[in-house]
């Protein structure tokens, strides 16, 4: 599988207990939703390996999940820090005006003024709403990813203009 084919949903975050479960931190709007996924592909870079997901529990802390091929303690502590994707394919079609966090990845970000604020880094969940964590290399700016601050996300064109000042 190609990293263009796979969309990062989450990360494992360690070991959960001694029978080779894994603590899962979900980057999705319902947490639990991972689990609607029969296969995990879990890794970095270019290097990536399909998991049949076998069973999982919501936890106040977070997601547990039990994937085939995982036994033990130490396997599962050996994930900490994998990626956990799911194939773009399997993903149903955002609705209008909303977008997968992966999409938005790279983007580059303008003011009204055409001025370069620099890129999307990552993005934050607030409670609130979400915000754009956009770098331009010298300095980080936190965007709302709200409608009174984004005028416009073209993901062909790979630009995202909002209403936001050099120096705020």
């Keep these: 599988m190609r990293n263009d084919e796979l969309v990062v949903m989450g990360f494992v975050r360690g070991a ?7 603590k899962v931190q979900a980057d999705t709007e ?9 296969v995990w592909w879990l890794g970095k870079g270019e290097d ?14 977070g997601l547990a999940a039990r994937l085939k091929g995982v036994e033990g303690r130490e396997a ?25 966090w992966a999409d938005l990845i790279g983007l580059e970000v303008f003011n009204a003024d055409g001025v370069r604020l620099g890129s999307v880094s990552e993005l934050m969940e607030t409670g609130a709403n979400d915000v754009l964590v956009v770098d331009d290399g010298d300095s980080r700016r936190l965007i709302p990813f709200v409608d009174a601050v984004v005028g416009s ?16």
């Design 30 to 38: 319902y947490a639990d939703s991972l689990f609607d996924y029969p």
């Design 16 to 22: 959960f207990g001694v029978r080779g479960w894994v």
């Design 48 to 61: 990536w390996r399909p998991y049949a997901f076998e069973e999982g529990a919501v936890h106040t802390k």
């Design 76 to 100: 599962a502590e050996a994930m900490r820090g994998m990626q956990i994707a799911v194939p773009r394919s399997e993903l149903p079609p955002p609705d209008e005006d909303e977008y997968y």
């Design 153 to 168: 996300v073209d993901l062909e064109a790979r630009r995202i203009e909002v209403d936001w000042g050099v120096d705020y």
